[in-house]
């Protein structure tokens, strides 16, 4: 059973416009949930995080909103840039970050057209 | 360049063999974790390492072992491989700071089973 979902495999938007990215969880015990993205050929990348005693997290061009009762959270990109084009997993983990075994959904591959 | 070093970087063996694939973390990371990526699949943690001794467990399949070595490198044996075993397999070691703990990622071994 699948703890983080990911349910858009793919997402297409054009450069300038807001990219949103969703990501599910069900597992309560959450609590510090991160976005990594990754290019072809490479690992996967940090990008943001937020932890569950705070409902957004802001750096540059990137904003994560968690809402705990939905235990959904979303990953926005505005403006989005064709080098934004990457595959972007979501990723949680338990016991306020000190796990590192991070649980990763399937991911969604961001496509940002010129 | 995240700092941490798998190799090889793509390993082509056929059913039935063993391999060993190797990955060096960051300077100063004592953690290793080993994750992998099946098609269509999101990033699947294996098992972690902590300065030598294995400290948590994930989706590990018998045929798998893993180990770390005293100068904190990590080895990951996979024996009596099958075709679904062919995948993408990180290695990733961690840091911490006031926000939780983040992993670095290598950019992978590709595994082909023929």
């Known amino acids: 059973d699948q703890q983080v979902k990911q349910n858009s495999p793919s997402l297409s938007v054009q450069e300038g416009r807001i990219s949103i990215l969703n990501c599910d969880y069900t597992?309560?015990?959450?609590?510090?949930f991160l976005w990594y993205k990754k290019y072809p050929a490479e690992g996967p990348t940090f990008l943001i995080s937020i932890s569950s005693i705070k409902d957004k997290n802001e750096d540059g061009r990137f904003t994560v909103f968690l809402n705990k009762s939905a235990k959904h959270l979303s990953l926005h990109i505005v403006p989005s840039q064709p080098g934004d084009s990457a595959v972007y997993f979501c990723a949680a983990s338990a016991l306020g970050g000190s796990q590192g075994n991070l649980i990763f959904g399937k991911g969604t591959k961001l496509s940002v057209k010129p | 360049d995240s700092g941490v070093t798998q190799t090889p970087k793509h390993l082509i063996t056929a059913t039935g063999q063993r391999v060993t694939l190797r990955c060096s973390p960051r300077s100063g990371d004592l953690s290793v974790y080993w994750y992998q990526q099946s098609l269509d699949q999101g990033l699947q943690f294996l098992i972690q390492?902590?300065?030598?001794?294995?400290?948590a467990k994930g989706n590990i399949l018998e045929r798998f072992s893993a180990q770390q070595f005293p100068d904190l490198h990590s080895e990951l044996n996979l024996s009596s491989l099958e075709l679904g075993d062919s995948a993408l397999y990180f290695c990733a070691s961690s840091a911490r700071d006031r926000g939780g703990e983040k992993l670095f990622f290598g950019s992978g071994t590709q595994l082909s089973v023929l």
């Open positions: 597992n309560s015990m959450f609590d510090y």
């Open positions: 390492y902590y300065n030598g001794e294995e400290r």
